[in-house]
């Protein structure tokens, strides 16, 4: 039988304003000084502040620390963890509406370092479990870019005339780290090879890379071709894309998420000309309803585990998939909300054992949900 979630605690942030993202520290259980697995930290992003959480049980949260932009003019829209094993300390990227990326430590809570190089708003980040140093972002200014956090460099930037031709949205790393998929307002949705050698070179080259010593500024390679690229499975704005093993799971605003992979037979259905422009084949697995949640920018989470999908609507609403059972059943096993909950909800994450569930709202409410069953 499906474990199923229960609502735990919901707590409202005093700004009131919208909670555009949420991330569990999935690297690091408890705190900076131990080890303690039943204690789950969490960011939530949004104006021009990021939270940290802790969550012990129970019906109440603790705020750790917020990080404040110095600019009152910033809005926070995605968080990422990372940790450093060398110094010992947990590492939050944020970024938002301006298009820099902050390096926060979380033992101190200072900025330590920035990244720049996006010419507009950063819309999604994700670390590498893989290689902790690696991060991957999103931007408004229609491209993908990789970063070594370590050395503070640009490895590759993923655009360019086969690339995206509107913001790109959501960003996601194979649990492998040899693609990354990418998608966006153009509708379409790709996949970069990071096994590409001019990659994996500069991959290397970025471990050493000294800015302040070096005569020259890095050699970011420029990266143009994807790998895979269809423009046929939503009629619109992409607005978030996640790896389900080797499936896609994808949201447009058509109140539906959509499992799916790449290959298949062409459409002859339609011209060739129009056939080339939609770019590869695709099969379509399964449809899955998502009621009332017709606008961008609202993004689902699957557990680590891949156990789970979750996603929120704009009614408050969060729907939760038993994913064994999508292409058998597409109604969630469970929908759940909060009484006083009734603005969108823009993302959800699952904590690292699939036990803690968060759902941010466009009221500022921060809701919190627990398996029920016993781990």
């Not at 942030?13 to 259980?29: A, I, M, R």
């Not at 990080?67 to 009152?72: G, Q």
């Not at 979380?106 to 950063?122: P, R, S």
Request: with cysteine; net charge negative.
């Amino acid at each position: 039988m499906s474990k199923k979630f229960k609502l735990a605690c919901c707590y409202k942030e005093d700004h009131g304003q919208p909670l555009y993202g949420v991330s569990f520290n999935n690297l690091v259980y408890g705190n900076e000084e131990g080890d303690n697995r039943d204690t789950y930290l969490f960011s939530v992003t949004g104006t021009n502040r990021v939270s940290v959480y802790k969550y012990t049980g129970g019906t109440s949260l603790e705020l750790v620390q917020a990080y404040v932009d110095d600019s009152p003019d910033e809005v926070f829209y995605t968080s990422a963890w990372s940790y450093d094993e060398v110094h010992d300390f947990s590492i939050l990227a944020v970024a938002g509406d301006f298009g820099l990326i902050r390096l926060v430590r979380v033992d101190t809570f200072k900025n330590y370092k920035t990244l720049i190089g996006h010419g507009n708003a950063v819309n999604e980040l994700k670390f590498s479990m893989k290689d902790k140093s690696l991060l991957c972002s999103a931007s408004k200014d229609y491209s993908v870019r990789l970063w070594n956090i370590d050395t503070g460099v640009c490895i590759a930037v993923l655009c360019g005339d086969k690339g995206h031709r509107d913001e790109v949205l959501s960003v996601d790393f194979s649990l492998d780290f040899a693609k990354i998929l990418s998608c966006g307002m153009d509708q379409a949705i790709k996949v970069w090879n990071l096994e590409d050698d001019r990659i994996q070179q500069n991959i290397e080259l970025s471990r050493t890379f000294d800015v302040g010593k070096e005569n020259q500024s890095f050699p970011t390679v420029m990266i143009s071709s994807p790998l895979h690229s269809t423009s046929s499975v939503h009629e619109n704005y992409v607005d978030c894309v996640r790896w389900y093993g080797d499936l896609v799971l994808s949201k447009s605003t058509e109140s539906k998420l959509m499992c799916w992979m790449f290959g298949g037979h062409p459409r002859l259905d339609i011209p060739e000309q129009r056939r080339k422009y939609l770019g590869d084949p695709v099969t379509i697995l399964s449809e899955l309803p998502l009621p009332l949640c017709e606008i961008w920018y609202v993004r689902f989470a699957i557990d680590p585990a891949q156990r789970y999908l979750a996603c929120g609507n704009q009614n408050g609403k969060i729907s939760v998939w038993d994913l064994d059972k999508i292409v058998k059943t597409q109604e969630p096993m469970q929908t759940l909300g909060h009484p006083r909950s009734v603005t969108t909800i823009r993302q959800t994450c699952f904590s690292w054992d699939s036990q803690c569930l968060v759902g941010v709202c466009d009221d500022g409410s921060v809701c919190v949900f627990v398996n029920s069953s016993k781990k």
